[in-house]
């Protein structure tokens, strides 16, 4: 999966949880350190666009993002 396109997705979650009062970083942070997608609300598919992405990958591009 392209970077742009994980940007994409993390975009469109964070989003849809700021919309109905959710903290996204804090949810996202719970599901990295869990590796439980419930950390991730399931309404407008949030869950299932966030299992299309590979941990690593994405811990990797946001590290890289960073470090900038």
């Given at each position: 999966m392209e970077k742009d396109e994980i940007k994409k997705i993390i975009r469109e979650i964070s989003e849809s949880m700021r919309s109905k009062g959710y903290d996204p970083v804090n949810q996202i942070v719970g599901y990295f350190i869990s590796n439980d997608l419930g950390y991730i609300p399931d309404f407008?598919?949030?869950?299932?666009?966030?299992?299309?992405?590979?941990?690593?990958?994405?811990?990797?591009s946001m590290l890289e993002e960073y470090l900038k």
């Amino acid at each position: 999966m392209e970077k742009d396109e994980i940007k994409k997705i993390i975009r469109e979650i964070s989003e849809s949880m700021r919309s109905k009062g959710y903290d996204p970083v804090n949810q996202i942070v719970g599901y990295f350190i869990s590796n439980d997608l419930g950390y991730i609300p399931d309404f407008d598919d949030n869950r299932n666009k966030m299992a299309t992405i590979d941990r690593t990958i994405l811990l990797e591009s946001m590290l890289e993002e960073y470090l900038k």
